[in-house]
């Protein structure tokens, strides 16, 4: 046996090594970059350490979905901090602040008290993410949800226009498009966080750390600057994975964590992907990137919060995903301190569309000119600016600021468009962007944010249906 190969360590790729190497394959995971992690990685500038996409997982608690997936992985050991129970996520919407409380029944409860008109409307509501939530992913009442639109049916639910947007306010972890969102989508960016919220008390490399000392400790294998340049066929099936460096990797299985596009670009010449296959995969969209300012503030300037802040300028959260132009809308972030609680980090994101930087596309890192340095800093003061509606005196606390853009996500990572969540899921059109792992070419398999469902719940349940539909005992 040959075993199995794995194009790309984001956190799918590293599940999907993690359980297959748990059940006794032999395991190989390729990294084009130096270091592993993909979006969970962080980086480190001077004495501190920045996440890039990894900010705060659901559902962590016992008896809950992930705390099963996590202690499997060998993730529930880590330093994990819960999130305040009454407001682990606070909305500021034009001023006004709504606070979500964990657990379903209090949820409902605490926005209750100042929608007590929409009582009912709260209750369907939860009832609705409670049923998601028990849906296997696959399943016939999966692609029934997955087939409503989520902005019709709050619409048709919940009759305050203004609680329509406070349910939507914590949704900076999809792509809310009034005309594509599919409710079983955004149900499951919803749901795990209302049951419990979690950070971690350090950086994402600890999960990515933690993934790879568990595959090594049943024989796999990482191996980091080993991009892979073409997948070769024979015979209807890929036999190798050949990186540029010149090395070839044989496997009986290859699973691509990478986005779909790069995938079926590096099987060159096959007579089992039909045209009208790869023209379906390269009409999939992507989803918005995201502008992050990493900000170090000044010992002794803050408290820490246990809580993440979602600031709007306006009332209307689904009309300003769609323009996206300016800095209307953000999370704030903050990192658990290492010590006592002087808060030392915070991450201010807000999406950012491609047409933005579509005139430094084709340039290289470094290369990108003052007009692309201009654009970051003034991104960086417009989040700033925004963020000090919810924390005054926010610029006279920072000491470094440190931005990312879409295209910083595209270099590393070879997303199409920087996406913040790989392909776009549309609710009118299943059959093309719901992909399954299954590909025409039978040993070749897809897991990762673009397959199911994108965040680190969905690309979870994605990576286990990856593995279960190779029929392997684990």
């Not at 849906?135 to 009442?141: A, F, I, M, T, V």
């Not at 853009?405 to 595209?410: I, K």
């Not at 990762?448 to 990856?466: H, Y």
Request: net charge negative; charged share 20%; glycine share 10%.
């Amino acid at each position: 046996m040959k075993g199995v190969v794995i194009i790309g360590s984001g956190f799918g790729g590293l599940v999907c090594a993690s359980l297959l190497a748990q059940a006794g394959e032999r395991v190989t995971v390729l990294e084009r970059q130096v270091q592993p992690g993909g979006c969970l990685q962080s980086y480190k500038r001077g004495s501190h350490h920045f996440d890039t996409g990894f900010h705060y997982v659901g559902g962590l608690a016992e008896g809950q979905r992930m705390h099963a997936i996590f202690s499997r992985l060998g993730l529930m050991q880590l330093p994990w901090q819960r999130l305040d129970a009454d407001g682990f996520d606070r909305v500021t919407i034009a001023g006004e602040t709504f606070c979500f409380a964990e657990g379903y029944d209090a949820f409902a409860q605490q926005l209750t008290e100042r929608f007590p008109h929409q009582r009912a409307a709260l209750e369907q509501y939860v009832a609705m993410l409670r049923e998601c939530d028990d849906l296997g992913l696959g399943s016939p009442d999966t692609f029934e949800r997955y087939g409503q639109n989520a902005y019709q049916w709050l619409s048709h639910t919940v009759g305050d226009p203004l609680l329509l947007h406070v349910l939507s306010g914590a949704s900076l972890k999809m792509e809310l498009r009034k005309e594509s969102l599919p409710l079983f989508a955004f149900a499951h960016g919803n749901s795990s966080f209302i049951q419990s919220s979690w950070r971690l008390k350090g950086d994402g490399n600890l999960i990515v750390d933690t993934l790879i000392d568990g595959i090594r400790s049943h024989g796999g294998k990482v191996v980091c600057q080993a991009e892979v340049e073409e997948l070769i066929e024979r015979d209807g099936r890929i036999v190798a994975a050949r990186c540029t460096d010149g090395e070839t990797y044989e496997g009986d299985t290859f699973i691509s964590d990478i986005h779909p596009v790069q995938t079926f670009n590096l099987v060159k010449e096959s007579r089992v992907l039909k045209r009208i296959y790869r023209r379906r995969i390269g009409m999939l969209e992507s989803t918005f990137g995201m502008f992050t300012a990493s900000l170090v503030l000044k010992p002794g300037s803050m408290d820490y919060f246990n809580h993440n802040k979602f600031v709007y300028r306006n009332s209307n959260v689904w009309d300003f995903y769609e323009s996206a132009d300016g800095v209307d809308g953000l999370m704030v972030s903050a990192r658990v301190p290492e010590e006592g609680s002087d808060l030392r980090q915070i991450d201010l994101l807000t999406p950012m569309p491609w047409r933005r930087l579509q005139q430094w596309a084709d340039t290289r890192v470094g290369h990108r000119g003052d007009d692309y340095l201009q654009l970051k800093r003034q991104m960086a003061l417009d989040c700033i600016q925004l963020a000090e509606t919810v924390i005054p005196g926010l610029r006279d606390m920072v000491s470094e600021v440190h931005t990312s853009t879409p295209l910083t996500y595209r270099d590393y990572t070879l997303t199409p468009e920087g996406a913040a969540y790989g392909a776009r899921k549309d609710c009118r059109n299943m059959v093309v962007t719901m992909l399954s792992p299954r590909t025409p070419l039978p040993n070749l398999l897809l897991t990762g944010q673009s397959v199911m469902l994108p965040g680190l719940e969905g690309v979870a349940m994605t990576a286990m249906m990856t593995v279960k539909s190779l029929n392997i005992e684990h």
